[in-house]
């Protein structure tokens, strides 16, 4: 017996021995080893190339330089290819049969195999060593493979979609790696980079190679990488000279088109001083001419405007901006009136700053200019503007490219700060400036 707790009592302080020297050992230095873990970049929206530019321009490109793809560029293309664009249910760029997502992006670099994560956006090491020439050996020696920085493989696992669809399952999942496929090609050409898909390839091998799960099956190979000879669309990306600021806005024309009567005169000075200010003596407009009464409260009329010009007879060439002001008369057959919603298209076709506050933004609506855009109102419009395929923005003020829109002119974030009516005459202001403003 006490033999048997000597022993125990070795075996412990050996423990604690063991403990102790670990702790102190020094951290193990930085062999130049991977990272285990890349985090990429947040991906870009709004690029400088159009979806029908890409679409022109892309080609199967098989001659690469030397040049290696930066982090930025390998994390835009994951995302183009799988990344999440809907956080709470976890839609990605391509669309899966039943959300189940079978296909697996993997990227080969130099200094080895990478898991795309969609969920986090980043990259994780799967195996520490650069299997290039590898698969450049199981893919019949195509060169390009061989020459190509970096190259995207999609794996899927056919099972996982034959457990709801069945018979389908292997077709859905071709279909997906091949919408898959076309966004990595779409977004390398939006980045002036070659790409081509190759197909003939030793699945198995490469599988073996990779050291892929089982079930998972490799579809497709998609090396990326700098042409030897640029597209065109490379002009394309390089930054346009910054359009000049101008100064000196006597030479600009603005309309300010109010409703026939009961106008908001805080929609109207915000503006109106904020022009004169600069020089500018804008127009006044509206379905009539002659005087225009303001908002009356508790029977008591505040102010009354002179129209001196007919809304109908405005010409879109004399104008540089139209302001469009709000108030209780700015509704009914005001804000469906043919010939407002005819100005209001053909300034927005032209690429002029159109403008409106509070209730008369709905008008844009019925117009038809918003699709897409981003935009606010006094909540009276937000329906509206929402079934119009417009952003709606609980911002009292919202700029998108030359479309400017202010909520309720009464209301100011701080008390003490400038109302909305006087911030919405600054943006159109800044925007007649041509500075790059969003608000």
């Keep these: 017996m006490r033999t048997i707790i000597n022993s125990i009592s070795v075996l412990f302080l050996m423990l604690?021995?063991?403990?102790?020297?670990?702790?102190?050992?020094?951290?193990?230095?930085?062999?130049?080893?991977?990272?285990?873990?890349?985090?990429?970049?947040?991906?870009?929206?709004?690029?400088?190339?159009?979806?029908?530019?890409?679409?022109?321009?892309?080609?199967?490109?098989?001659?690469?330089?030397?040049?290696?793809?930066?982090?930025?560029?390998?994390?835009?293309i994951c995302w183009a290819a799988q990344g999440v664009t809907e956080p709470n249910r976890e839609f990605r760029t391509a669309p899966s049969p039943g959300a189940i997502y079978p296909i697996q992006l993997y990227v080969f670099l130099?200094?080895?195999?990478?898991?795309?994560?969609?969920?986090?956006?980043?990259?994780?090491?799967?195996?520490?060593?650069?299997?290039?020439?590898?698969?450049?050996?199981?893919?019949?020696?195509?060169?390009?493979?061989?020459?190509?920085?970096?190259?995207?493989?999609?794996?899927?696992?056919?099972?996982?979609?034959?457990?709801?669809?069945?018979?389908?399952?292997?077709?859905?999942?071709?279909?997906?790696?091949?919408?898959?496929?076309?966004?990595?090609?779409?977004?390398?050409?939006?980045?002036?980079?070659g790409s081509v898909p190759i197909g003939v390839i030793d699945t198995k091998t490469i599988a073996q190679i990779c050291k892929l799960p089982i079930g998972q099956e490799v579809i497709y190979l998609i090396p990326v990488g700098n042409p030897?000879?640029?597209?065109?669309?490379?002009?394309?990306?390089?930054?346009?000279?910054?359009?000049?600021?101008?100064?000196?806005?006597?030479?600009?024309?603005?309309?300010?088109?109010?409703?026939?009567?009961?106008?908001?005169?805080?929609?109207?000075?915000?503006?109106?001083?904020?022009?004169?200010?600069?020089?500018?003596?804008?127009?006044?407009?509206?379905?009539?001419?002659?005087?225009?009464?303001?908002?009356?409260?508790?029977?008591?009329q505040r102010n009354i405007l002179t129209s001196t010009v007919l809304l109908r007879d405005l010409k879109l060439q004399d104008f540089d901006a139209f302001v469009f002001v709000g108030g209780a008369g700015f509704g009914g057959n005001f804000l469906n009136n043919v010939d407002t919603i005819n100005l209001v298209r053909s300034a927005s076709s032209a690429g002029k700053i159109i403008a409106g506050i509070s209730e008369s933004p709905g008008i844009f609506a019925y117009a038809d200019i918003v699709r897409g855009k981003n935009v606010t109102s006094s909540t009276s419009q937000r329906t509206r503007l929402v079934q119009a395929g417009a952003k709606w923005q609980r911002n009292l003020l919202v700029v998108d490219g030359n479309l400017i829109t202010a909520g309720d002119s009464t209301t100011s974030a701080v008390v003490g700060s400038p109302n909305v009516g006087d911030r919405f005459g600054t943006a159109v202001i800044n925007i007649l400036k041509g500075e790059k403003i969003t608000y």
């Design 16 to 76: 604690g021995c063991s403990s102790v020297c670990f702790s102190q050992n020094p951290p193990a230095a930085d062999t130049g080893a991977p990272a285990a873990i890349i985090k990429l970049p947040q991906p870009k929206i709004n690029g400088v190339v159009s979806l029908e530019q890409a679409l022109e321009n892309r080609r199967s490109i098989r001659q690469f330089t030397d040049e290696a793809l930066t982090i930025d560029q390998i994390g835009q």
């Design 110 to 193: 130099p200094d080895g195999l990478y898991l795309y994560a969609p969920a986090r956006h980043e990259l994780s090491l799967v195996i520490d060593k650069d299997l290039r020439l590898s698969i450049f050996n199981s893919s019949f020696n195509q060169r390009v493979v061989q020459k190509a920085p970096c190259t995207f493989m999609l794996a899927g696992d056919v099972k996982k979609v034959e457990a709801k669809y069945r018979s389908r399952g292997e077709r859905f999942t071709y279909i997906e790696a091949g919408h898959i496929a076309q966004n990595i090609q779409l977004q390398a050409t939006a980045l002036a980079l």
């Design 228 to 300: 030897t000879k640029k597209p065109a669309l490379a002009n394309i990306l390089q930054p346009a000279p910054a359009a000049p600021v101008i100064t000196d806005l006597r030479s600009k024309h603005v309309a300010i088109i109010v409703p026939n009567k009961y106008f908001n005169d805080t929609d109207f000075y915000g503006v109106q001083q904020a022009l004169t200010k600069e020089g500018i003596q804008p127009v006044i407009a509206s379905t009539t001419i002659g005087e225009v009464k303001g908002i009356q409260v508790m029977g008591i």
